[in-house]
């Protein structure tokens, strides 16, 4: 189905075309705008409420500024639809998230408009600060440099870092804090309640306006009364907020808040900003979802919520006749509950991804025991770890792109003091249409590699709370567990808790001729080729190893006394990882025995579904299956068989 946009939109295939526009006409345009992310979100799918949350914005920072040579910087990017759609990729935003298609996210390699690629939150002030810097060290007076941050991102670390960094600097910089109160779940923490009080503060924001009211009347005085006027509001901002202004302390001139949603008073206020120089806020209050009222009201479930009825508002599901299996991060959010009845030492901690990763089912049980620390991947971890000195069990659960962002705290402050913290990665693998930035593909190398640490991945369901049982028992120490985005294969799922000891894999299928090892979901895929194969004569067989550190020595001296080739099988990368792992031990032990290891390789994969990318890499059931007769057949060819059953 064709999105049609509407008229002024039609055309405008970049920002010289918006440019064009009269002022009065970017109300409509922006309309115009919304419509045509709403018509194509239903149809299409994808991230949904951000986007229409920054239109007006979008609008006016390309009406303003000369993109691309002024460098706007999008934080974590799910909102820049609208941006993607004004610089010449209307017609094919359909393809959207798609294989093969656009990126859901800017992407540097896309378009000379998206001048930093993103996925992760609280990039843009570090980035676009280096790009100004860069622009005053080559003479580029005139350019600017604009980051989108939202107040959710603007919790992390790296922004606190790079707004330090940046007042010092003196560089022409404008940052824009779109501040709508979510990320993906409402933001939590002091910086929220700070941005509450300035934006509800009625008597800073009247005293405010007249101030720069008398301030237009005395400019053509001269710059004096400027400065002097910029003193007041700031003792102003002391005075009747009872404190600092958080940004102005960091060298920052402070604009706002302002209406985010007024178009034109946006281009105003923009047009005066282009020309004050150094490192300056812009504070835009806004709305999630705006202009689409189930998502103004409900901004969690419509961040991203699949394909709908635009007019009713109907998200389409699929319906079953029978019982279908659970997704992984709900079996985690139930199991999790349940152990913590039975164990008064479990607690729960991820880094703003409550109802991603399912812990907000704790949150809500259990309030006093889990906790949403914001967009702080590194603090998760550290206040995880202090919490396990003190003889708790934190599960900390992160998404597993995402705990790149800790991995020196889970080396330094978990591994070095074998802490028992429980690190539950989400998203582990490919993780679909998000693409490359958020799929989960080194957990297992970069795991793997760090003393003391156990890293683990469940077949099933069941695995997973045996793994979680596992995990919370006296002395486990720093343990992973990782599972995919997406559904298991177990309808009946709730299985009793047993314990798994630590470094044993278990037989799925014995066979003859090669043995493929499996680690993790991906072994029923696995499953899949074996019964392919069986058809065919061939009787391979087939072990899920559960461990890739430490791994089942006595399984593997088996194995490799038993058959003659091996295939190895993951969702993870193959430089490290698990195959890399059997190929080790093969070598230390002295085997000579054909291994063939299938996984992610060495390169940038792309977005797609699971099984899209699972077939481009060579690891879908045809893949698994394809790998087996290859070896099937050297091994045949080695021993002078002419048959290739061996």
């Known amino acids: 189905m064709i999105v ?8 405008v295939n970049s920002p010289d075309d918006l440019k064009k526009l009269s002022e009065d006409q970017l109300v409509q345009l922006s309309q115009e705008l919304r419509q045509f992310i709403i018509d194509s979100v239903s149809i299409y799918g994808g991230h949904f409420g951000a986007s229409l949350g920054v239109v007006e914005l979008t609008v006016a920072l390309h009406y303003i500024f000369n993109t691309p040579y002024d460098q706007l910087v999008w934080d974590v990017g799910h909102q820049a639809y609208g941006h993607k759609i004004l610089t010449g990729r209307r017609d094919r935003f359909p393809t959207n998230r798609r294989y093969g298609g656009m990126s859901g996210f800017p992407k540097r390699s896309e378009s000379e408009y998206d001048a930093f690629g993103v996925g992760h939150s609280s990039t843009s002030i570090g980035a676009a600060l280096g790009m100004a810097v860069a622009s005053e060290y080559k003479g580029e007076k005139d350019r600017q440099h604009i980051a989108v941050i939202g107040d959710g991102s603007m919790t992390a670390g790296m922004a606190f870092e790079a707004l330090n960094h940046a007042g ?23 910086l929220k309640e700070y941005l509450t009080d300035i934006t509800t503060s009625r008597t800073y924001n009247k005293v405010r306006d007249e101030l720069w009211n008398v301030l237009g009347k005395l400019s053509k005085f001269g710059p004096n009364p400027q400065h002097i006027a910029r003193k007041v509001e700031t003792a102003m901002k ?27 008073h946006l281009v105003t206020i923009l047009r005066d900003l282009r020309s004050i120089p150094g490192p300056k806020i812009l504070h835009c209050v806004t709305v999630k979802g705006k202009g689409y009222a189930l998502a103004e009201k409900d901004q969690t479930l419509w961040h991203a919520p699949g394909l709908f009825d635009k007019i009713t508002g109907e998200i389409y599901k699929k319906h079953h006749d029978k019982p279908q299996p659970p997704k992984y991060q709900d079996v985690f959010g139930h199991t999790i509950v349940e152990l913590a009845e039975q164990n ?22 259990m ?18 770890a202090g919490l396990a000195t003190q003889g708790l069990v934190p599960f900390c659960n992160i998404y597993s792109s995402f705990m790149q962002r800790a991995y020196d705290q889970v080396v330094h402050d978990v591994a070095l003091q074998n802490l028992n913290v429980v690190f ?12 490359p930035t958020h799929h989960g593909s080194y957990d297992i190398a970069y795991m793997r590699c760090i003393p003391n640490m156990v890293v683990s991945a469940p077949m099933n369901e069941s695995e997973l709370r045996n793994l979680m049982y596992t995990a ?14 997406g559904e298991g294969v177990m309808p009946e799922w709730r299985t009793p808790f047993k314990k798994i000891t630590v470094g044993t894999g278990r037989v799925v299928r014995e066979g003859e001729g090669v043995a493929i090892l499996s680690f993790g979901h991906i072994g029923n895929y696995a499953v899949r080729a074996t019964n392919q194969l069986l058809a065919e004569g061939l009787e391979p067989g087939h072990y899920d190893m559960r461990f890739a550190k430490p791994l089942d020595e006595e399984m593997l001296h088996d194995i ?21 792992a059997i190929l080790e031990f093969v070598a230390d032990h002295g085997y000579s025995i054909p291994v063939k290891r299938l996984g992610i390789p060495d390169r940038v994969i792309e977005h797609g579904t699971q099984d899209e990318l699972y077939k481009e890499c060579g690891f879908d059931a045809a893949g698994i299956a394809a790998a087996v007769r290859e070896l099937t057949g050297k091994v045949a060819a080695q021993l002078g068989i002419e048959t290739v059953i061996l």
């Open 4 to 11: 049609e946009p509407g008229e002024l939109l039609a055309a």
């Open 168 to 190: 010092v600097e003196k560089s022409n910089l404008l940052v824009i804090l779109n501040d709508n109160c979510m990320s993906i779940d409402p933001n939590v923490g002091a």
């Open 238 to 264: 002391a005075t009747l907020m009872k404190q600092s202004n958080l940004f102005e302390a960091l060298k920052f001139r402070y604009f706002g808040p302002v209406d985010g949603h007024d178009v034109n």
């Open 344 to 365: 008064a030492k479990i607690m729960g901690v991820t880094p703003a991804m409550p109802s991603g990763s399912s812990l907000n089912i704790m949150m809500e049980a």
């Open 367 to 384: 309030p006093n025991r889990a906790f949403d620390v914001g967009i702080a991947e590194q603090h998760a971890v550290v206040f995880s």
């Open 424 to 435: 539950c990665l989400d998203r582990a693998g490919f993780a679909g249409a998000d693409g």
């Open 472 to 485: 919370q028992l006296p002395d486990a120490g720093p343990f992973s567990i990782r599972y995919p985005r």
């Open 560 to 580: 490799l006394s038993r058959y003659k080739a091996i295939v190895t099988v993951e969702d993870g990368c193959l430089q490290g990882g698990f195959g890399s």
